[in-house]
């Protein structure tokens, strides 16, 4: 019976999880009841609270584990030139955001619907990602191949175009996946001074 219940626990939980991260994604966090979810589950509403403890720490915890997946996922390597880790990164965080559109969604519209503490873990956690992106345009500055006078204001914007993408992107339409991350880098590329495509001090 223990094992059973085990198996259950196992399955309930990520579906209760999926389950709301797509309420969320569709009809907005405030919109959402533990009803809704339940419901959407199939189970009773006080099911739900043998895996979270309210709608809030739901939403903190599909926040959190889908920042902490792309810092695990994320690897890079400080001796290879910064133009081929900018690279590297602009492909990860298309690629990463394409698989995820709901969980990408959430981390950037619901962050304002978290409680002031859960709020700072989360900044806490985006912080340590969007520094990773500026850490590759310091070094490029610093080898000479980028111009970037402001690498924190850079780095917002390129990482608000490049999650950008979930917006619009629909697979099987007029441009694969391949071709959207190569028009990206040439836009990437020019905006931080390694093309003449674009030049922050043009």
Known sequence: MARTQGSKAEITGPLIRDTARRLFARHGYAAVS??????????QVGALYAYTADKQALLADLLRVHMEELLAAWQDDPARPALERLESFLRFHIQTSLERPEAVFLSYMELRNLTPGNRAEIAALRRRYEDALEAILI????????TVPDTRLATMALIA???????????????DQERVVEVYWDLVRGAVGANPLFNWQS
């Open 139 to 146: 070094a490029g500055e610093a080898e000479g191949v980028m």
């Open 161 to 175: 175009m490049l999650t950008g993408v979930t917006n619009w992107y629909r697979e099987g339409g007029r441009l």
């Open 34 to 43: 533990m009803r809704q979810i339940a419901a959407g589950v199939g189970v």
